[in-house]
T-cell receptor
Framework: DVKVTQSSRYLVKRTGEKVFLECVQD?????MFWYRQDPGLGLRLIYF???????EKGDIPEGYSVSREKKERFSLILESASTNQTSMYLC???????????FGPGTRLTVT | GEDVEQSLFLSVREGDSSVINCTYT??????LYWYKQEPGAGLQLLTY???NMDMKQDQRLTVLLNKKDKHLSLRIADTQTGDSAIYFC?????????????WGAGTKLIIKP
């Protein structure tokens, strides 16, 4: 079974803090994705990566950065958290030959 | 650009059929997907259809594709309380020099007893 894990289910941070969200997959997938999910807006792609040390901006990269130092790990970084970054963050991975994305359980981040 | 649209809510009675609709804009899409998100969980692939198909059936699920109208639907027969979830439609589209999944906003399926 493909497993995608995220470091926290719930996180509360203060405005201006640096926030790290970690995602690990155990299926040797090439592709990894970070989305945020907001009511009525569905999934919006923040960043994705097709290989180690490679990253591509998604639809809403502003205020975020990512790191992919190892194939199995894709980190999302909020350099200076703001209240409008309060959201559910979903990580996903897929193999290079398939569109099927496997999702982690999500991290609900609240910035106060 | 590409856009995938779905209504945000659908309410049905237990035992009835649910039909969740989706429209997309990229006529070159090769695959279209339905994902399910149960409360408190990530998304899981429910089913998909290749663009040269009109219909795909898998137990209680029926996917219908109308390529001319760019309309995709998911029918769930005999809807049960366990079907309560958000259902996302997604198309495989080409954006910013890459193939990506383009997501709808999700339809929350509410089951009435």
């Amino acid at each position: 079974d493909v497993k995608v894990t995220q470091s926290s289910r719930y996180l509360v941070k203060r405005t201006g803090e640096k926030v790290f969200l970690e995602c690990v997959q155990d299926m040797d997938h090439e592709n990894m994705f970070w989305y945020r999910q907001d009511p009525g807006l569905g999934l919006r792609l923040i960043y994705f990566s097709y290989d180690v040390k490679m990253k591509e901006k998604g639809d809403i990269p502003e205020g975020y950065s990512v790191s992919r130092e190892k194939k199995e790990r894709f980190s999302l970084i909020l350099e200076s958290a703001s209240t409008n970054q309060t959201s559910m963050y979903l990580c996903a991975s897929s193999s290079g030959q398939s569109d099927e994305q496997y999702f982690g359980p999500g991290t609900r981040l609240t910035v106060t | 650009g590409e856009d995938v649209e779905q209504s945000l809510f659908l309410s049905v009675r237990e035992g009835d059929s649910s039909v969740i609709n989706c429209t997309y804009t990229d006529s070159s899409s090769t695959y279209l997907y339905w994902y399910k998100q149960e409360p408190g969980a990530g998304l899981q692939l429910l089913t998909y259809i290749f663009s040269n198909m009109d219909m795909k059936q898998d137990q209680r699920l029926t996917v219908l594709l109308n390529k001319k109208d760019k309309h995709l639907s998911l029918r769930i027969a005999d809807t049960q309380t366990g079907d309560s979830a958000i259902y996302f439609c997604a198309e495989r589209g080409f954006r910013d020099s890459n193939y990506q999944l383009i997501w709808g906003a999700g339809t929350k399926l509410i089951i009435k007893p």
